[in-house]
């Protein structure tokens, strides 16, 4: 069973998902593992020095770079294919012999399509087209928090330009308005999908959300 963790930047999902492992096997007696998608650690050293080359490629570039100059498809085209040998590996159970039988991913297609879809001002539809043929998680669940409460957690950090979208060069405000953006069409692919849902309340640690997750999941499995 594959597991993906979304929502908007800043929403909890990496360290989420890490609790969600832990609260599976401590509460559940699931055996669960954690996919790094930037790190991937799997059996075949082909297979390994592949994805860690594409995840260098998508997740690493220099910050000056101009990475608009290769247009969207490009980035598209190399996230569609290394998801694509990720869930690959995991069908083929490259991930290890602990016998896990559930991974949780801190992401997987909802924020990448919620963005490239508010960058392009495309339909979330027409861009879920182009990822077509990438296979999907079992079951995909949302944290779904407001920017407002994200920016304030972060504040006096610099958002990205990735963070900040097609908006502007700088301030939280940017960052909320495009994530506001984002989070909409987040929720629109949440109902069409049938995505879980959790809206955390203001003082919820991340085992607090990843105890609600994990019913989630248990009812699904």
Do not use: C
Request: aromatic letters at 6%; glycine letters at 10%; proline letters at 4%.
């Amino acid at each position: 069973m594959l597991v993906a963790v979304e929502g908007i930047d800043g929403s909890g999902k990496t360290t989420t998902a890490a609790e969600l492992v832990a609260v599976l096997g401590s509460q559940h007696g699931v055996e669960s593992r954690l996919i790094d998608k930037r790190e991937p650690i799997v059996k075949s050293v082909y297979v390994n020095e592949h994805l860690r080359a594409l995840a260098a490629v998508i997740w690493n570039p220099d910050p000056d770079a101009p990475i608009e100059m290769l247009g969207g498809n490009h980035w598209g085209y190399l996230h569609a294919a290394y998801l694509s040998a990720l869930a690959e590996s995991v069908r083929r159970g490259q991930f290890g012999s602990s016998g896990a039988g559930t991974f949780v991913v801190d992401g997987w297609l909802g924020k990448l399509v919620a963005r490239m879809s508010t960058n392009a001002g495309e339909t979330t539809d027409t861009v879920e087209e182009f990822f077509s043929r990438v296979p999907r998680p079992d079951l995909t669940v949302l944290i779904d928090v407001d920017p407002e409460i994200v920016a304030a957690r972060r504040a006096g950090k610099v958002s990205t330009r990735g963070e900040r979208g097609a908006l502007g060069q700088g301030d939280n405000g940017d960052f909320i308005a495009y994530q506001s953006l984002v989070r909409a069409r987040l929720l629109e692919r949440a109902a069409t999908e049938s995505w879980f849902v959790h809206r955390p309340q203001e003082d919820d640690s991340p085992a607090d959300v990843a105890a609600v997750l994990a019913r989630a999941v248990v009812q699904v499995g």
